[in-house]
Nanobody
Framework: QVQLVESGGGLVQAGGSLRLSCAAS????????IGWYRRAPGKQRELVAA???????NYADSVKGRFTISRDNAKNTVYLQMNSLKPEDTAVYYC?????????????????WGQGTQVTVSS
């Protein structure tokens, strides 16, 4: 099954760290960028961090210097290392990517969202 599988969320105290993982299942990442998004209660979804195929990164101002996005192409996995977490980082985090699926009929590329993983930061 072609999908993005996220893991690594949880409950942490302010100042703590978590590492989120997003693995491509049954497919591979395309050369397009991969993004981590989050949706906090009562707020719109926002882009937290993104990484391109060559490894260029960009971050939301609110997480610069605290979060790091990286990708392991061999493992078809993208990571979001989150340090110095704050209560305002509490949200459901989602990864988004274009995935390539190949079968005997050829290859196709489609955009996918992960199922989301809850991050809760207590004060």
């Amino acid at each position: 099954q072609v999908q993005l599988v996220e893991s690594g969320g949880g409950l942490v105290q302010a100042g703590g760290s978590l590492r989120l993982s997003c693995a491509a299942s049954g497919s591979t990442f395309s050369r397009n960028g991969i993004g981590w998004y989050r949706r906090a209660p009562g707020k719109q979804r926002e882009l937290v961090a993104a990484i391109s195929s060559p490894g260029n990164t960009n971050y939301a101002d609110s997480v610069k210097g605290r979060f790091t996005i990286s990708r392991d192409n061999a493992k078809n996995t993208v990571y979001l290392q989150m340090n110095s977490l704050k209560p305002e980082d509490t949200a459901v985090y989602y990864c988004n990517a274009d995935l390539i699926y190949c079968s005997g009929a050829g290859c196709s590329t489609n955009n996918y969202w992960g199922q989301g993983t809850q991050v809760t930061v207590s004060s």
